[in-house]
Each structure stands twice: as C-alpha cells, then as structure tokens.
C-alpha cells in the first residue's frame, strides 16, 4: 500500500459517511450528522487532502455540531491531511484514539467454530438477531431500535454484505458484522460484534474472514477496517489483515 492507497480509501470513507446522513460542507471539512442518534460513531467530519483549516473554519465546525447537540468530532486517516490536527488541538480538540488501518490481503481463514454457523440474514428474524448482537456488542442503551435493523437491511439492499453468527442448534444469535455498499472498488468492514457469552470462541476471526472473502470474490479490491485495540488487530490479521497505516479520532470533549 502506498500513499494513493490512503487517498484511494480516504475518498471511499467521503461517499460512504454521508450515505443516509445530513450532511454539510464546511470550509474544508465534510461534516455528517446522524437525525436518529447522538452515537459519537455516527457523526463526524472528514477533512478534505492536504487541508489548511483556518480557526474560523474549525469555529464554524464546533458551532454546526454544538448547533445539533451533536459532539463536535473527526474520523480521518491524518497523514492525508497532515496540518488539521494540530489546527484542532489549538482549538481544544483532544486525542480520542489512532486505531490500526488495515487492509484485506488475501490468505487467513475461516475457523470452523464448534456449534457456530455463519449465515447472511434474510428474514426478519435474522435481521433483527443481527442488530441485536451489534447493539449489546458496543453498549447501547435499552432494547434494539427498529433503526438499527431497517439500517442492516439498506445496507444488504445498496450492496453490502451482512453476516449473522448464530448457534447451529437453537439460532440463538452470537454475533454479527457487515461489509459497507462498495464504491470505486472499496468497501470497509464494520460493526463486528460477538455477545459475552460466545466471546473468546474464534467468531470474530470466522467472521471477518468470511466478510472479506465475498466482498473480494465481487471483484472488490480494496476490503478495509479499522481496528479498536492491539487485541483486535491480532485477531483480523488471523483474518488475513494487514495494517498499513492509523486513523485519527479526535473531539471537543468539553463543547
């Protein structure tokens, strides 16, 4: 992977963050915001290549966040753009994290996982056993919402690929995950999550593997993610990941 690879990525994260989104330019940034939740995952802004955001660009950003009691906050690999960041932290923006950017390879595997099977939803049932997993998995608040499965399927119907980890016996669901709508040959691997119950088993591995292998087999040539720790970026390199570079997460903790 070289730098055209970064920008090649950077630009597929501009058409797939806005995608069911508002969103708004603002100076050289693209601010997204979700209308159905304040999930800081949801509503980010990306820079434009080589940006040189002024301060009042940056004010401008916090007030369109502050204005939709949105937190105001980036997501963006920063090599691209490597002037925003200190432009940020001038403003009080804090460090959130710099999570691995890998890229699928080829190779890794498929674990078997005893009991487990791996399907792509398609019922209602399915559906909604997929969200439900992704919504205990990262921490929500209360029942699944109904927006979180009409968002799994929107996904299925625009092209991108679902996967439902589910007890082979009773279809008790385990975990799940997806694969972004390709663009420009690219998709991005997201939202992988295995109950408490079924962790430590191997299914995260058997799912990002088989996530990466269909999205490749459509001719996608360019399967990504970002990983959340060091034990998650093991875990995808088993899948057959590799890490080429970071992405920045980076907010206005006090706005």
Do not use: K
């Not at 997501?75 to 009080?92: H, N, T």
């Amino acid at each position: 992977m070289n730098a055209a690879d970064l920008h090649h990525i950077q630009s597929y994260l501009r058409i797939a963050a806005p995608r069911w989104r508002d969103h708004l330019r603002i100076g050289p940034f693209l601010a997204t915001f979700s209308r159905e939740t304040d999930n800081r995952y949801l509503n980010y802004a990306i820079p434009d290549d080589d940006a040189q955001p002024s301060r009042a660009d940056v004010a401008a950003l916090v007030a369109a966040y502050r204005e939709r009691n949105r937190l105001p906050r980036l997501e963006y690999i920063p090599s691209i753009a490597p002037a925003v960041e200190a432009e940020l932290l001038a403003a009080g923006f804090s460090l959130e994290a710099r999570t691995p950017l890998m890229v699928y390879s080829g190779g890794g595997e498929t674990p078997a996982v005893a009991g487990i099977e791996l399907v792509a939803p398609a019922s209602e049932d399915e559906f909604v056993g997929a969200a439900t997993v992704q919504w205990e998995a990262y921490e929500e608040a209360g029942p699944v919402a109904q927006r979180a499965v009409d968002s799994l399927r929107r996904t299925v119907a625009a092209g991108g690929i679902v996967v439902l980890a589910r007890h082979a016996a009773t279809c008790e669901p385990a975990g799940a995950g997806a694969c972004t709508p390709p663009g420009g040959g690219a998709s991005e691997l997201t939202s992988i999550g295995v109950r408490e119950l079924y962790r430590r088993r191997g299914i995260a591995q058997a799912m990002t593997h088989w996530l990466a292998t269909r999205m490749a087999a459509r001719g996608v040539d360019c399967v990504f993610l970002m990983a959340d720790s060091e034990r998650e970026e093991r875990i995808y390199a088993r899948a057959g990941f590799e890490t080429i570079s970071d992405v920045l997460h980076i907010s206005l903790m006090n706005a």
